[in-house]
Antibody, heavy 128, light 110 residues
Framework: QLQLQESGSGLVKPSQTLSLTCAVS??????????WSWIRQPPGKGLEWIGY???????YYNPSLKSRVTISVDRSKNQFSLKLSSVTAADTAVYYC????????????????????WGQGTMVTVSS | QSALTQPASVSGSPGQSITISCTGT?????????VSWYQQHPGKAPKLMIY???NRPSGVSNRFSGSKSGNTASLTISGLQAEDEADYYC??????????FGGGTKLTVL
C-alpha cells in the first residue's frame, strides 16, 4: 500500500522560503502512469492546487503561484519536494502532497489526472 | 474566488439522495472529461470519490455517482448515511493545462 508523508518546517518567517518534502513508501516514485502534486488548504478554506510534476519530469504550476514555486523529484530518495519563496501570511495553510493517476495507460495530459493517494498533510504557519 | 462554482451547503436526511453541482465553463468542466470529486472529513486529508466524471475508484461505495451535462458536473449520493457528512470538492482540468478546484460544499446529514 503506497503511502505519502510530508515533512518540513512548520513555521516560516515572512519573506523566507517554505520547503517541504513528500516521502513515498510502499512503492516507487518512478512507477509508470503516475505523477506527483502539491495542494494546500488555508485554515477554514478550500483546496488550492499548487503544482504538479509530470512523470516525464516536466512541471506545471498554478499561475497565481508560478513565480514563487518549484517542485522537484529525487528518485534516488523516492521523494519529491516543494519550495515556495517570498512567503507571506497568506501562504499559511495545510500542505498536502498527492499521487496523480495519469490514466490506465499513463497518457493523460499534464494536470488532468485525479489525486488518488494523499499524504496526511502538514500545517505551515508564516509568522515572524 | 474559485474557478469552479459549488453550492456552499446541501443537506439531506438518512436514506435520501442529494446532488452537488459543480459549474465551470467550456474551458474546463465542459471541455474535458477530467472532473474529479473529493470527500474531506474534518481534520482529515481529502479522499478521491469520483474521477473522469463518473468513474469510482476501487473501494468507494456505489452510492456515489458522478455525471456531467454541458459545463456542469454533478455528484450524487444515494441512500444518505451519517458518515457521508463531510465537505466535498470538485476539480477539473483546464485548457491552460492547470487544475481548478471548486470552493467546496458542506454536506449535512439531518
Amino acid at each position: 500500500q503506497l503511502q505519502l508523508q510530508e515533512s518540513g518546517s512548520g513555521l516560516v518567517k515572512p519573506s523566507q522560503t517554505l520547503s517541504l518534502t513528500c516521502a513515498v513508501s510502499g512503492g516507487s516514485i518512478s512507477s509508470g502512469g503516475y505523477s506527483w502534486s502539491w495542494i494546500r488548504q488555508p485554515p477554514g478554506k478550500g483546496l488550492e492546487w499548487i503544482g504538479y510534476i509530470y512523470h516525464s519530469g516536466s512541471t506545471y504550476y498554478n499561475p497565481s503561484l508560478k513565480s514563487r514555486v518549484t517542485i522537484s523529484v529525487d528518485r534516488s530518495k523516492n521523494q519529491f519536494s516543494l519550495k515556495l519563496s517570498s512567503v507571506t501570511a497568506a501562504d499559511t495553510a495545510v500542505y498536502y502532497c498527492a499521487r496523480v493517476f495519469d490514466g490506465p495507460y499513463g497518457d493523460y495530459p499534464p494536470a488532468a489526472g485525479a489525486f488518488d493517494i494523499w499524504g496526511q498533510g502538514t500545517m505551515v504557519t508564516v509568522s515572524s | 474566488q474559485s474557478a469552479l462554482t459549488q453550492p456552499a451547503s446541501v443537506s439531506g436526511s438518512p436514506g435520501q439522495s442529494i446532488t452537488i453541482s459543480c459549474t465551470g465553463t467550456s474551458s474546463d468542466v465542459g471541455g474535458y472529461n477530467y472532473v474529479s470529486w473529493y470527500q474531506q472529513h474534518p481534520g482529515k486529508a481529502p479522499k478521491l470519490m469520483i474521477y473522469d466524471v463518473s468513474n469510482r475508484p476501487s473501494g468507494v461505495s456505489n452510492r456515489f455517482s458522478g455525471s456531467k451535462s454541458g459545463n456542469t458536473a454533478s455528484l450524487t449520493i444515494s441512500g444518505l448515511q451519517a458518515e457521508d457528512e463531510a465537505d466535498y470538492y470538485c476539480s477539473s482540468y483546464t485548457s491552460s493545462s492547470t487544475l481548478a478546484f471548486g470552493g467546496g460544499t458542506k454536506l449535512t446529514v439531518l
